[in-house]
Nanobody
Framework: QVQLVESGGGLVQAGGSLRLSCAVSGSIFSINAMGWYRQAPGKQRELVAHINSGGTTTSADSVKGRFTISRDNAKNTLYLEMNSLKRKDTAVYYC????????????????????WGQGTQVTVSS
């Protein structure tokens, strides 16, 4: 029942900006840590940025100073503000989250499970 849906990807020129969003829906008790990952053609998926339930963030060295991760708990939404985009940022960006759900059988919280979104394409041109 839980799903994560990314949006906001697209084509942008180098030096430009984009904001990605990840909307979480379902029978949710709470959302713990969340993060953005990306995967470029021929490369492994890598962590871009991470934010815990208290709002503490980390980011990969390759995006520090350019990307900012944030969350709106009231909207169950994760964001990635991407500035000063470079060609090397071209990739499919995926939302990830650890989510505590309500049990569908007995209406109590269950241990957190990890979920992925379907991804959104970001392409940076020269």
């Amino acid at each position: 029942q839980v799903q994560l849906v990314e949006s906001g990807g697209g084509l942008v020129q180098a030096g430009g900006s984009l904001r990605l969003s990840c909307a979480v829906s379902g029978s949710i008790f709470s959302i713990n840590a969340m993060g953005w990952y990306r995967q470029a053609p021929g490369k492994q998926r890598e962590l871009v940025a991470h934010i815990n339930s208290g709002g503490t963030t980390t980011s990969a060295d390759s995006v520090k100073g350019r990307f900012t991760i944030s969350r709106d708990n009231a909207k169950n939404t994760l964001y990635l503000e991407m500035n000063s985009l470079k060609r090397k940022d071209t990739a499919v960006y995926y939302c990830n989250a650890d989510i505590i759900e309500w049990s569908t059988s007995n209406w109590v919280p269950v241990p957190a499970r990890n979920y992925w979104g379907q991804g959104t394409q970001v392409t940076v041109s020269s």
